[in-house]
């Protein structure tokens, strides 16, 4: 991923034991995207922290981990265990749509997620993002929240909830019936939210879903981002697609006569 251009990586989400996920199916391929129910499949924490003191000898670009758990207490511990082994930074996965006890349970409760974040920025010394959920209410709500506990930055959005059913089976594709729709489909519900986040925190936002091309991202740096993340688009057209992005956007803002940008971000706003 660094070597096709990504500025940062960051990782699958990892908790403190094993998880095998669900059973397939757990990706459906659709023509406008992904509906996913993985189950959070990882190896846990003290087995992962090899990975990321390996990759930390490799990468030239940032290490994010991002992290879930069934408390605040073991968020803080799992953030901790990822500074230790060498992460940059830690994101709180607090927006999975499709485990339950974790994830958006957690991001979806104010009182919750607030206490998440304050316990994760008080166990550790690196940036704290919070990855927000779009299966709510006022996303713009919940980011405040956020911040207000001390988030350093945010990433808007995780997938959407979703599923798809066989006509022939007459039943749901994926083994957990529901899942997470991530991809091109997703697109403009995600800049709502950035756009939506921008005007309510003083933080940066991580701008995240269907960014497949410079167009996208530099919508989603109008809209208020400071950055992107891409996920669905690295399945379907290879790692290739950060430096395709990037060189894209530096000849939009050669073109536009910008120096960087951050000269562009939450341009959208201006009336
Ligand atoms: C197969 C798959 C696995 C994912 N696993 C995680 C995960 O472990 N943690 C997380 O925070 N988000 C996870 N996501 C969500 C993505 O990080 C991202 O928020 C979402 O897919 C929208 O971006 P995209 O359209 O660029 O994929 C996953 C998405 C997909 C499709």
Not at 166 to 176: D, K, Q, Y
């Amino acid at each position: 991923m660094s070597e096709g251009g990504a500025g940062a990586i960051v990782t699958k989400s990892i908790g403190l034991e094993p998880r095998n996920g669900y059973v397939n199916p757990t990706v459906v391929q659709m023509s406008f995207g992904l509906v996913n129910a993985m189950g959070l499949p990882n190896p846990g924490m003290d087995e992962f922290v090899h990975e990321i003191r390996r990759a930390k000898t490799v990468l030239k670009v940032p290490l994010i981990v991002s992290v879930y758990g069934y408390s605040e207490d073991e968020y803080a511990l799992l953030a901790k265990k990822g500074v230790e082994a060498g992460a940059d930074a830690v994101e709180l996965n607090v927006s999975c749509p499709h485990v339950k006890c974790t994830g958006s349970e957690i991001g979806q409760s104010p009182k919750l997620l607030a206490a998440t974040v304050k316990k994760a920025k008080a166990a550790i010394d690196k940036p704290v993002i919070v990855k927000l959920s779009p299966n709510v209410t006022s996303i713009a709500a919940l980011a405040d929240v956020a911040a207000r506990a001390g988030a350093d930055a945010l990433t808007a959005i995780n997938t959407v909830k979703a599923m798809a059913i066989n006509v022939e089976a007459g039943m749901p594709i994926l083994s957990n019936g529901v899942g997470g729709l991530s991809g091109p489909a997703i697109k403009p519900i995600a800049l709502r939210c950035v756009y939506d986040i921008f005007g309510q925190v003083e933080i940066p936002i991580i701008g995240c879903g269907g960014i497949t091309n410079w167009r996208d991202a530099a919508e989603f740096l109008l809209a208020g981002a400071s950055a992107v993340q891409i996920g669905t688009a690295v399945a379907l057209k290879g790692p290739r697609v950060f430096s395709t992005i990037t060189r894209g956007l530096s000849a939009y803002l050669r073109m536009k006569g910008y120096q960087s940008v951050s000269e562009i971000v939450g341009l959208s706003h201006r009336r």
